[in-house]
């Protein structure tokens, strides 16, 4: 389920898949450039616009069903994130982007993040961190360090902040990253989006 707060009316709405989710326990949301909401699922992903809703799976063209992370390119593709790999959508175009897996029984993707370099970054948990280019993707790296990252978001600077584990570190402008907390309560962060009008939506 999701939860829609009206600032108006100061009332929360729930959906469901009762009001045509295609599913009720969400991974990630992302705000497309028309203003749509995007709710990817375990089974799929739920566009809603205008409280109307249409869903997509492994059977669209997607390169499965499970989809844990979502977010947009600057030329409209929707960009999908799946346990090994990442779909690239964009009205009836599919392309499916397959991770080598090295022998790992995860490597899903966990979230999407544009970094003030205007890089689109993705966490695919033990693969690491990578980089979408284009309808591709390549992997950064960051010396010393364990890749098992989830990316959680951008200080007010832009600065990239990263967690693995028990751990929260901060990406300098000189591309160095330094830890900046060691605590196993982050353990249990999970995602967040800001919009543009400063409305915040939660997982």
């Known amino acids: 389920m999701i939860y829609i707060f009206d600032r108006i ?16 326990r969400p991974y990630g949301m992302c705000l497309d450039r028309e203003g749509s909401l995007w709710v990817s699922f375990t089974r799929g992903v739920s ?29 409209g593709n929707m960009i999908l994130g799946h346990n090994f790999g990442i779909t690239f959508f964009k009205d009836s175009v599919r392309k499916t982007l397959k991770f080598e897996s090295e022998g790992l029984v995860d490597a899903r993707v966990l979230e999407f993040l544009d970094d003030k370099n205007g890089r689109k970054l993705f966490s695919a948990n033990r ?23 989830i990316i959680l978001s951008l200080d007010t600077a832009k600065n990239l902040l990263l967690k693995n584990r028990d751990k ?8 160095t990253v330094t830890e900046i907390l060691s605590d196993t309560n982050i353990q249990l962060i999970r995602r967040l989006l800001v919009d543009k009008n400063d409305e915040i939506y939660f997982l």
């Open 127 to 149: 693969l690491g961190i990578g980089e979408v280019r284009g309808l591709s993707s390549d992997w950064v790296k960051f010396p010393k360090m364990e890749n098992d990252f």
């Open 168 to 175: 929260l570190y901060k990406q300098l402008p000189n591309g």
């Open 9 to 24: 009316t100061k009332k929360i709405t729930e959906i469901s898949k009762d009001n045509g989710l295609i599913d009720n």
């Open 47 to 75: 566009k809603i616009s205008s409280l109307r809703f249409t869903s997509y799976n492994d059977l669209d063209g997607l390169l499965d069903s499970e989809v844990s992370a979502i977010s947009q390119d600057n030329n």
